[in-house]
Structure formats: C-alpha cells, structure tokens
C-alpha cells in the first residue's frame, strides 16, 4: 500500500492550488480518505475526509468553503482542491487513508506573497 502526494508549492494569498495523492495496493473508492496538514510547530489536524463509496464529504471550519475534496476512481487518486489560499494554509499536507494505516510523505504548501 502507498500514497505518493507531488504537487504542493509556492502560491499568492487569494490563489488556488490542488494537491493530488496517488494510490497504489488498494483501491480508494474502497475507502475512506483524508487530507491531514502540520504547520511548523503546531499538532497535524485534520483538513478534510471523503467517505467510500457514498463520497460523503466533511472540512475542518478553517477551510469549509474553500476547499473540496474529491476522488478519481479510474486513476486510483483522491484531490484537494483548495482556493482563497491565506497566509495560515501554509503548512505540509499528507493524505492518509485510515483503514489502512498508510500515509503520504506529504507535500510543502507555501501561501506567502
């Protein structure tokens, strides 16, 4: 089982960006999925799940409105779509998908003008 998160980077506040996880091992539309996020010495929180197969979706209040989380069963990866960056999302993002204890590396995602 392995998440593999590219993408991240460098965005202007107001801007968008989507993070992209890539499942291998087992298939994600099987299960639930979650974007977690750990700003410099702060605990990792968690940003947004999707459930399996109904795909019911639920966002911490701090992004509810600006982010989206989606899933693309034909290529086995789940999304975060996130817009309206603020200087506060800066953080490193991790996808995670709890049944099977499996983690992403994460990805740096810097909101700074």
């Known amino acids: 089982v392995q998440l593999v998160e590219p993408g991240g980077g460098l965005v202007q506040p107001g801007g968008s960006l989507r993070l992209s996880c890539a499942a291998s091992g087992f298939t994600v539309s099987s299960y639930g999925m979650r974007w977690y996020r750990q700003a410099p010495g702060k605990e990792r929180e968690l940003v947004a799940g999707?459930?399996?197969?109904?795909?019911?979706?639920n966002y911490a209040e701090s992004v509810e409105g600006r982010f989206t989380i989606s899933r693309d069963n034909a290529r086995n990866t789940v999304y975060l779509q996130m817009n309206s960056l603020k200087l506060e999302d800066t953080a490193v993002y991790y996808c995670?998908?709890?049944?099977?204890?499996?983690w992403g590396q994460g990805t740096q995602v810097t909101v700074s003008s």
């Open positions: 995670n998908a709890p049944l099977s204890g499996s």
């Open positions: 999707i459930s399996s197969y109904g795909g019911v979706r």
